[in-house]
């Protein structure tokens, strides 16, 4: 493993049984197709490509989520897949997720409070006002005011919502934040303002990201390598900067044409503001 590898990803592979009424029989789909790639202490990596190409199961399966069919993964020298039970629960506080929808992954019947407190119980030492403290900073490196602990999800707007989601992953202190297409469910200037965080936050606390995004034109401004996933295979990896700007599969070449200008030109102004 190179010096300032975090994450080494080798081979994965996942496949996927698909039965019912449709098939005659039983058919099995290869979601993943043996994927490999690095990331490096706080570097941000982008995964894109289109829906279905897998992107989501590789995201997962990093997250102990799900299980991959073969392959290996190591994450700060320890063999990631290996890990089960207490060992496996000590660790989870190194790799924390931020899913697509922050309606469907708080829960509508606690209050922020108490979601914060979750991990925190979980993975640190910190009782009483310790914790309140905690939570209360938690809320201010969101960019939320801190007096809002007491109320429920259902009174914080999308974006607020995914801040409150993102304070959650960072309770821990993760050493790698998994983010699946965090901003999709959110509004156009939600969007621009939760990127913003997320690579703010990533530059002041060295956190390193998987990005995982079909958002091209986003990856393209806010991760410093990117990963192209066709149909469970990564197609090419690499700087984005070249990748984006000289792509070698026809594949990549397509997905850059589709992105249209005015939108590069507006995730432009959005990740440089
Ligand atoms: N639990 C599952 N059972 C069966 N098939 C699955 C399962 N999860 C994912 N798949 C299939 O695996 C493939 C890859 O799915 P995945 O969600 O990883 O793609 P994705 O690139 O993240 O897509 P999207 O951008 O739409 O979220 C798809 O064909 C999907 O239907």
Redesign the pocket.
């Known amino acids: 493993m190179a010096d300032d590898a975090l994450l080494e990803v080798r081979g994965l592979v ?1 496949h ?3 039965s019912g009424r449709l098939f005659e029989k039983p058919r099995q ?1 290869t ?2 197709n043996d994927v490999s790639f690095t990331i490096r202490r706080g570097q941000a990596f982008g995964l894109v ?12 399966i990093i997250a102990r989520l ?1 299980e991959p069919s073969a392959g290996s993964v190591s994450f700060d020298g320890v063999d990631w897949l290996a890990l089960r039970g207490k060992a496996l629960r000590d660790k989870r506080r190194d790799i924390q997720m931020v899913f ?1 929808s922050p309606y469907a992954s708080l829960d509508p019947r606690w209050r922020v409070r108490d979601i914060l407190a979750e991990p925190l119980k979980s993975y640190t030492d910190l009782k009483g006002t310790g914790l309140a403290t905690r939570a209360a900073e938690l809320m201010q490196q969101v960019g939320l005011n801190p007096d809002w602990l007491d109320r429920f999800p259902h009174q914080f707007s999308g974006g607020q919502r995914q801040r409150i989601a993102i304070a959650r992953a960072l309770a821990s202190g993760p050493k790698l934040l998994i983010a ?2 965090p901003v999709s469910a959110l509004d156009v200037s939600s969007q621009a303002q939760v990127l913003q965080l997320l690579r703010n936050i990533c530059t002041e606390q060295g956190l390193a990201m998987l990005f ?1 995004s ?1 958002d091209l034109s986003v990856v393209d401004h806010l991760c410093q390598r990117v990963g192209v ?1 066709n149909r ?1 295979v990564l197609e090419e990896v690499g700087p984005t900067s070249e990748i984006f700007r000289s792509p070698k599969s026809d594949y990549t070449r397509r997905l850059i044409d589709a992105v249209p200008g005015k939108k590069r030109r507006a995730a432009e102004r959005v990740v440089h503001a």
């Open positions: 996942r996927f049984t698909l789909l979601a993943v490509g289109e829906s279905g190409s897998g992107k989501s199961t590789i995201g997962r799900t697509q699946d297409e995982i079909h996933l469970g």
